[in-house]
């Protein structure tokens, strides 16, 4: 059997039982008590949309297809401008990827997230940034146009839109929802995540009926 120490850190890791809620927001609560101003690993976004540095160790958890919950309405302003609402991602299996241009983990992060969306986007699969704290949009935008980063980001200084996903742990820079192809949250990551970690979940989605 395959130890905690073996499993790479964002792998993701399938949990049953009715409880998975109360442990994820059990979890999200965890990562605010224990909050410190100096990590480099993840930025909590809780508290009115107040940033700061948590320390945290990237974990994954793929949830079972039967323990699904939607996820939220959401919407707001993309960057370069133009209204966007999560209607637009009916019948798709989405990548929602909270991340700022400041945050060294993203930048290392979203230009990996670009390749993957380049292999799957013509499979039902999109991708969508959450631009989170930054000091102005043209820093946002600077970094998707120098990245060639194609996919869409809304413009969300405040942290808006991971308020909304209060049920889950989206309170960390950078996060990473994956909802099914129902809307229904089908993983979450909190911490970088690799592209293998990335293409398996898709996988996994792209297989279900």
């Given at each position: 059997?395959?130890?905690?120490?073996?499993?790479?850190?964002?792998?993701?890791?399938?949990?049953?039982?009715?409880?998975?809620?109360?442990?994820?927001?059990?979890?999200?609560?965890?990562?605010?008590?224990?909050?410190?101003?100096?990590?480099?690993?993840?930025?909590?976004?809780?508290?009115?949309?107040?940033?700061?540095?948590?320390?945290?160790?990237?974990?994954?958890?793929?949830?079972?297809?039967?323990?699904?919950?939607?996820?939220?309405?959401?919407?707001?302003?993309?960057?370069?401008g133009g209204d966007w609402t999560s209607d637009e991602l009916d019948g798709r299996i989405a990548v929602l990827n909270f991340w700022g241009s400041w945050c060294a983990p993203c930048r290392v992060e979203t230009p990996q997230f670009q390749e993957v969306y380049a292999e799957v986007r013509d499979e039902g699969v999109e991708f969508l940034g959450l631009n989170v704290k930054e000091a102005d949009?043209?820093?946002?935008?600077?970094?998707?146009?120098?990245?060639?980063?194609?996919?869409?980001?809304?413009?969300?200084?405040?942290?808006?839109?991971?308020?909304?996903?209060?049920?889950?742990?989206?309170?960390?820079?950078?996060?990473?929802?994956?909802?099914?192809?129902?809307?229904?949250?089908?993983?979450?990551?909190?911490?970088?995540?690799?592209?293998?970690?990335?293409?398996?979940?898709?996988?996994?989605?792209?297989?279900?009926?």
């Amino acid at each position: 059997m395959t130890t905690p120490r073996e499993r790479s850190a964002g792998a993701p890791r399938s949990r049953g039982g009715p409880g998975r809620r109360a442990l994820l927001a059990a979890a999200a609560a965890l990562a605010v008590l224990t909050g410190c101003s100096t990590g480099d690993d993840q930025v909590d976004v809780t508290n009115g949309g107040q940033f700061r540095f948590v320390a945290g160790t990237p974990a994954g958890e793929v949830i079972p297809e039967n323990e699904r919950q939607s996820a939220p309405d959401f919407g707001g302003t993309l960057l370069g401008g133009g209204d966007w609402t999560s209607d637009e991602l009916d019948g798709r299996i989405a990548v929602l990827n909270f991340w700022g241009s400041w945050c060294a983990p993203c930048r290392v992060e979203t230009p990996q997230f670009q390749e993957v969306y380049a292999e799957v986007r013509d499979e039902g699969v999109e991708f969508l940034g959450l631009n989170v704290k930054e000091a102005d949009e043209q820093f946002g935008q600077a970094f998707v146009d120098t990245q060639g980063i194609e996919f869409p980001s809304l413009y969300d200084p405040a942290g808006e839109v991971a308020l909304t996903f209060r049920d889950y742990p989206a309170n960390a820079i950078p996060s990473t929802i994956v909802l099914d192809r129902e809307g229904r949250v089908a993983a979450v990551y909190t911490g970088e995540v690799s592209q293998d970690d990335l293409r398996a979940v898709l996988d996994l989605l792209l297989g279900e009926g």
